[in-house]
């Protein structure tokens, strides 16, 4: 299996909703990924997980806020968003290593109203 | 961080043409990959290049790493309409970095 899915597909919030996106692997790695990415521009790393433990938060504002359950999943939970994060959320996933090369999820297209 | 240099950033082509895109660094790379991104999907692997001169193919497409690791480019020989979307040259140097990205459009 070298699938990485996400839930949901489309998510519209308004700024006082609390709402959760949801990424699984199971390819076995140990090192999975949020990136946030605008319209026609590329993918900007916003946090890194390395055994299930936060080891890079790219200066994300408090409002997303991350987790890892466990090895397959990976949560970005939001809160009190701004229109500006709407945005395709992508998820991540990669063995350790020089090379680092990442698998990616469908995404989630966020709006918030 | 490294730095990547991608180019162009927005290419138009017809059917059949050929083209190149390019990513550079001022510093040596590791390992250099490509990805495509189609609208609405996550970018999908294309290639790992990691050896100085190395040159890999997949179908249509060539990709090449400099002699000194600097430098890579990606030729898409007689494009289709399906190759289509958003190229991403990404460096890892501790975290993946990419470049911004070719928006390549190939009209029927």
């Known amino acids: 299996d070298t699938e990485v899915t996400q839930t949901p597909k489309h998510l519209v919030m308004g700024m006082t909703n609390k709402k959760s996106l949801k990424c699984e692997q199971h390819m076995g790695h140990r090192a999975m990924y949020w990136y946030k990415q605008k319209a026609k521009k590329p993918p900007e790393l916003m946090f890194v997980?390395?055994?299930?433990?936060?080891?890079i938060n790219e200066s994300v504002p408090s409002r997303f806020s991350p987790e890892c359950p466990n090895s397959s999943l990976l949560n970005l939970h939001l809160h009190a968003l701004q229109p500006e994060d709407s945005a395709l959320y992508l998820c991540?996933?990669?063995?350790?290593?020089?090379?680092?090369?990442?698998?990616f999820g469908p995404g989630t297209r966020l709006t918030v109203l | 961080t490294q730095l990547l240099e991608q180019s162009p950033q927005f290419l138009s082509i017809q059917e059949g043409e050929n083209l190149t895109v390019y990513c550079n660094s001022s510093s040596v790379f590791s390992s250099l990959q490509w990805y495509r991104q189609e609208p609405g999907e996550g970018p999908v692997l294309l290639v790992t290049?990691?050896?100085?001169?190395e040159v890999k193919k997949l179908k249509r497409l060539t990709f090449q790493f400099g002699d000194a690791r600097k430098d890579s480019s990606l030729h898409i020989t007689a494009a289709q309409p399906g190759d289509t979307g958003l190229y991403l040259c990404?460096?890892?140097?501790?975290?993946?970095?990419f470049g911004q990205g070719t928006i390549l459009t190939v009209h029927p």
């Open positions: 290049v990691v050896t100085g001169g």
């Open positions: 990404g460096s890892s140097y501790g975290k993946l970095t």
């Open positions: 991540a996933s990669s063995t350790f290593g020089i090379i680092n090369e990442q698998f």
């Open positions: 997980y390395s055994y299930e433990k936060l080891s």
